[in-house]
């Protein structure tokens, strides 16, 4: 699995304007705009909160752990004088979501981001590893993907802000714990997410 994410990482690279950083997002290399004097604990809570309100609006409820967290700097711009530099948040979903129901969980994530005036950047409709890219007007950057065996991912890129030391996630995933480094398959039974039939069409 981990092999076939790094050549996901590698074909869904994106540039947008801004200041330039190393590859620090599962969806793509990033460049990020110097936007606040807010540090970069204060961005990666942000983050944070953006990833939990996207898990918690999916019904029924996905389970999902955290996946790794990086922080990485923004070359020369500075605030201030001050070194900046960006934080990826990721979250990868344990539940089983069958191929029939993959593009509507897509959906509701895609319906979710609009709905909260954030702008969609990029659709990938690839039948086997599609994704859906989106933005706030503060430039946080925003994904959802489709791996390995059909497992979702999350991930939110911070702009770039002034460096500080950055914290793990507090937010609490509802998964349960793994070992190791490398986040499981998903094995995650839902009698919705995991049912092999189309979700039926709302009556006229």
């Known amino acids: 699995m981990k092999m076939l994410r790094i050549v996901l990482i590698a074909a869904l690279a994106v540039v947008t304007a801004g200041c330039s950083s190393p590859e620090v997002s599962g969806e793509r290399r990033e460049e990020k705009h110097?936007?606040?004097?807010?540090?970069?604990?204060?961005?990666a809570e942000k983050a944070d909160a953006i990833?939990?309100?996207?898990?918690?609006?999916?019904?029924?409820?996905?389970?999902?752990?955290?996946?790794?967290s990086t922080a990485s700097g923004c070359d020369d711009y500075t605030i201030d004088g001050k070194q900046t530099g960006a934080v990826t948040r990721r979250t990868?979903?344990?539940?089983?979501?069958?191929?029939?129901?993959?593009?509507?969980?897509?959906?509701?994530?895609?319906?979710?981001?609009?709905?909260?005036?954030?702008?969609?950047?990029?659709?990938?409709?690839?039948?086997?590893f599609p994704s859906i890219h989106a933005r706030t007007a503060e430039d946080f950057r925003m994904s959802v993907s489709v791996g390995d065996k059909g497992q979702f991912f999350f991930d939110v890129v911070t702009?770039?802000?002034?460096?500080?030391?950055?914290?793990?996630?507090?937010?609490?995933?509802?998964?349960?714990?793994?070992?190791?480094?490398?986040?499981?398959?998903?094995?995650?039974?839902?009698?919705?997410?995991?049912?092999?039939?189309?979700?039926?069409?709302?009556?006229?």
């Open 34 to 43: 110097v936007v606040s004097k807010i540090s970069l604990q204060e961005a």
């Open 51 to 68: 990833m939990l309100s996207t898990m918690s609006s999916v019904r029924p409820t996905l389970n999902w752990v955290h996946d790794g």
């Open 92 to 128: 990868a979903v344990m539940t089983v979501v069958s191929e029939a129901r993959r593009g509507s969980l897509l959906g509701v994530v895609e319906r979710y981001w609009k709905k909260q005036g954030y702008t969609i950047t990029t659709v990938n409709s690839s039948k086997k």
């Open 159 to 204: 702009p770039c802000f002034i460096e500080s030391e950055v914290a793990p996630p507090k937010t609490k995933a509802n998964g349960t714990p793994f070992e190791g480094a490398d986040v499981p398959y998903p094995s995650v039974h839902s009698d919705f997410w995991s049912a092999t039939t189309p979700i039926p069409s709302p009556s006229p």
